[in-house]
């Protein structure tokens, strides 16, 4: 699951209503101020909006069971870590809507030991894989009216690839989102999901996006289903603390030589992340991270060359493990073509 243009569309509507409060004998730099001031807050609640994000996180060992589609397959430990870049580049901003593109790197370490087969037939070893991946991706985004509502409207095509680029996998995504409730210290935001990805179960979804600000404590409160629940408390000018639970999904590719399985397969997961994230601005456009909890696996699927979410090779199941999680980050910083 791409997270990144639903985050965009919360703060893309909202920021359209905040610059329609602005008096507009506002001189131009100093609009251009308050929408900098704006976003880098919003940047602060949606970690997502961040211009550049990187990130390692990091698993213990925990258990892992298989199966194939016609029974058990092995059992035995699982260990994964990743390291994550993402840099997101607004090219083009108007009145009208933006362009958005993202470039991005990921690495990929996993390790599969103390493994006991179910079946003679089809042997599984301990494995290590490291596995490099380059994502790319564009957003297309515009705002208008439809009878006199505001509605907010994305086309996203991102892909991932291994560096030779001779594997990918592309997914097309459209989302619209109108608000509902908008006023000084709370928004409501409804809107829908359309999604081109052979690997999802469903081809659409809605989604809910609420937040309540709470300016006596410094706290905010944030619910982006299905993606996130939190819960954040300002402790000081520069620094965060936050509870929250977060869906996201990984993809990777790997090769494994066997003769029960093909030797190209993509490793597919969705994750829930749930715990505590401690944020400290210790620059103007830099932020520092650091998080732990515990690691939860929804669904994880091995495919081959198809990717249908009913046609895997090796279905997973893995226990709760606890992780850890640090980076760094760089609030929006690049000014786009305008």
């Known amino acids: 699951m791409n997270k990144f243009p639903l985050a965009l569309f919360l703060i893309t509507a ?6 329609q409060d602005i008096k507009p004998t ?175 179960p469903i081809p659409a979804f809605l989604l809910l996006s609420y937040s309540r600000r709470f300016p006596e404590s410094k706290m905010n409160f944030m619910i982006d289903l299905p993606a996130r629940i939190a819960l954040r408390k300002a402790t000081s000018a520069r620094s965060s603390l936050t509870v929250q639970s977060e869906l996201g999904g990984s993809n990777s590719f790997f090769e494994y030589e066997s003769l029960a399985l093909p030797k190209k397969l993509t490793f597919s997961t969705l994750e829930i992340k749930t715990g505590l994230l401690y944020e400290y601005r210790f620059a103007k456009k830099m932020v520092f991270s650091l998080s732990a909890g515990a690691l939860s696996t929804a669904t994880s699927k091995v495919f081959g060359e198809s990717v249908k979410s009913d046609d895997y090779i090796v279905k997973n199941k893995f226990g709760t493990v606890p992780f850890a999680q640090f980076g760094i980050s760089f609030l929006p910083f690049w000014r786009p073509f305008k």
Do not use: C, W
Request: glycine letters at 6%; a positive charge; hydrophobic letters at 35%.
């Open 14 to 19: 909202s920021f359209s209503a905040v610059a």
């Open 26 to 200: 506002l001189k131009e730099k100093q609009l251009d101020s308050i929408k900098e001031e704006r976003l880098d807050q919003a940047a602060l609640l949606y970690p997502r909006l961040r211009q550049l994000n990187i990130v390692h996180q990091h698993g213990l060992k925990g258990n892992i069971s298989a199966q194939d589609q016609t029974g058990p397959l092995y059992d035995g430990k699982f260990q994964s870590a990743r390291t994550t870049i993402q840099f997101n580049l607004p090219l083009v901003e108007s009145k009208l809507g933006s362009v958005i593109a993202n470039v991005g790197a990921i690495h990929q370490f996993s390790s599969l030991s103390e493994v006991g087969s179910h079946n003679p037939s089809k042997s599984v070893d301990d494995l290590t894989q490291y596995t490099p991946m380059v994502s790319l991706g564009l957003t297309l985004a515009r705002r208008d009216s439809i009878f006199n509502r505001p509605f907010t409207y994305s086309a996203t095509v991102s892909g991932i690839f291994n560096p030779s680029f001779t594997r990918s996998r592309i997914t097309v995504q459209g989302i619209i989102m109108t608000p509902l409730i908008q006023n000084a210290n709370t928004t409501l935001m409804g809107g829908m999901v359309v999604s081109i990805d052979p690997s999802s």
